[in-house]
T-cell receptor, first 107, second 114 residues
Framework: AQRVTQPEKLLSVFKGAPVELKCNYS??????LFWYVQYSRQRLQLLLR??SRESIKGFTADLNKGETSFHLKKPFAQEEDSAMYYC?????????FGSGTRLSIRP | DGGITQSPKYLFRKEGQNVTLSCEQN?????MYWYRQDPGQGLRLIYY???????QKGDIAEGYSVSREKKESFPLTVTSAQKNPTAFYLC?????????????FGPGTRLTVL
């Protein structure tokens, strides 16, 4: 079964500390993975995608096929990073979303 | 913001009534999607459409219906058969049919059944 698991509902870190939001997936083919973000009072929007291999707002995510993971990382958290983060998996013609992790950055 | 709009922002419905949520986009996107967002469950796909006059069931289609008569519009009807309709509903669109295309989301409609 195709599935995306985000084990942490809430992650709280201090400003300037490293951040890692975990994402594991289950997929039989070659996965296409995304991270979406929803800031307070804003729409859900794409943060980054695996295929682009880019860094957005200081965030990176590396696909680890052996561990079936696509963790989102940032070396130094900023207060504006506080948001809801969703990991997502492209499957056929649709996208499967994880349950989300709320990231809270403490000053 | 713009491009994809949903109305109304808040909607209240009595039990046993059908209600239709509007989703419109002016991005010339082929594909449109409806999701339901519940606390702790992420986004669950209700229906999606890759082209006009065609749509497919998602993971939780029971109690919902859609139509895609125009490229710009993808309304969702929540019927009385939906057992737990109170939720936040998100509409999205993407340029093409493949999963590599970014999905653009609307602001959402919060439906409350009284």
């Amino acid at each position: 079964a195709q599935r995306v698991t985000q084990p942490e509902k809430l992650l709280s870190v201090f400003k300037g500390a490293p951040v890692e939001l975990k994402c594991n997936y289950s997929y039989s083919g070659s996965p296409e993975l995304f991270w979406y973000v929803q800031y307070s009072r804003q729409r859900l929007q794409l943060l980054l995608r695996h295929i682009s291999r880019e860094s957005i707002k200081g965030f990176t995510a590396d696909l680890n096929k052996g561990e079936t993971s696509f963790h989102l990382k940032k070396p130094f958290a900023q207060e504006e990073d506080s948001a809801m983060y969703y990991c997502a998996l492209g499957s056929a013609s649709k996208i499967i979303f994880g349950s989300g992790t709320r990231l809270s950055i403490r000053p | 913001d713009g491009g994809i709009t949903q109305s109304p922002k808040y909607l209240f419905r009595k039990e046993g009534q059908n209600v239709t949520l509007s989703c419109e986009q002016n991005l010339n996107h082929d594909a449109m999607y409806w999701y339901r967002q519940d606390p702790g469950q992420g986004l669950r796909l209700i229906y999606y459409s890759q082209i006009v006059n065609d749509f497919q069931k998602g993971d939780i289609a029971e109690g919902y219906s859609v139509s895609r008569e125009k490229k710009e519009s993808f309304p969702l009807t929540v019927t009385s058969a939906q057992k737990n309709p109170t939720a936040f509903y998100l509409c999205a669109s993407s340029p093409g049919r493949g999963v590599y295309n970014e999905q653009f989301f609307g602001p959402g409609t919060r439906l409350t059944v009284l």
